[in-house]
């Protein structure tokens, strides 16, 4: 759990709470208390604007890393703006909320993750991923309850599960289940719902790892 060090430049300026954990540069504070679960949501749009980095602040250089779930990367939509891939690397081996399946933000703070039909799919595998975009990588847009930003191709694809390095059966049986989920969701919506979903999906798996006996 205690895989800060070495920590990035730029979260070594952070904050710690009581632990000595860094506090992300995206968490909100009540009473000079950080609350984990919360994401401030004026940094949302300040840090896409300024072009920082979502968890220490600082600013971005060539290569960004979206911190994203099977079901963000099939729907290429996440609420959260880029970090540095190495302070993104940390956030995905230590936070709780990323790492443990079981655990799960305030309602104020999920990362808002629809589906094609428009309902919001808590994001509950172990899965996550760097998704690193070279240059800006994407684009805020407010689809009428909040903004959420467009991702865009990406340069490489870091895959972490639990806390850890994931396996490539992790990534391959942990992406499957969230596209039938999400298969059953847009299922009601009708045959073009779903076939647009299929396509998604397809666009996704080039990116999942090779499995060991090749068979991909
Ligand atoms: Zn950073």
């Known amino acids: 759990m205690n895989r800060f060090d070495p920590l990035p430049a730029g979260m070594r300026a952070l904050p710690t709470d009581e632990r000595g954990i860094p506090v992300p540069w995206f968490v909100d504070w009540f009473s000079g208390k ?8 004026r940094r949302l749009i300040e840090g896409w604007n300024r072009d920082l980095c979502w968890i220490c602040g600082k600013q971005l250089f060539a290569f960004r890393a ?15 703006p880029p970090a540095h891939p190495e302070c993104a690397r ?9 790492s443990n399946p079981h655990m799960k933000r305030s309602k104020a703070a999920l990362p808002a993750s629809h589906s094609g039909g428009g309902e919001l799919v808590e994001h509950n595998s172990g899965l996550s991923s760097a998704w690193i975009t070279r240059g800006r990588g994407g684009e805020l847009f407010d689809p009428g309850n909040g903004p959420l930003f467009r991702i865009f191709e990406p340069h490489k694809v870091e ?16 992406f499957e289940c969230a596209a039938q989920r999400l298969r059953d969701i847009d299922r009601r919506y009708g045959p073009a719902a779903l076939q647009n979903l299929e396509s998604r999906i397809a666009a996704c798996s080039k990116w999942l790892p090779e499995r060991g006996s090749g068979d991909r």
């Open 159 to 174: 895959w972490f599960c639990k806390g850890a390095a994931a396996t490539d059966d992790e990534v391959h049986a942990e």
């Open 66 to 80: 979206w911190i994203v779930g099977p079901v963000s990367m099939i729907n290429r939509c996440t609420g959260e």
């Open 34 to 41: 950080p609350d984990f679960r919360v994401v401030d949501g």
């Open 90 to 98: 940390v956030a995905l081996l230590n936070c709780p909320f990323l």
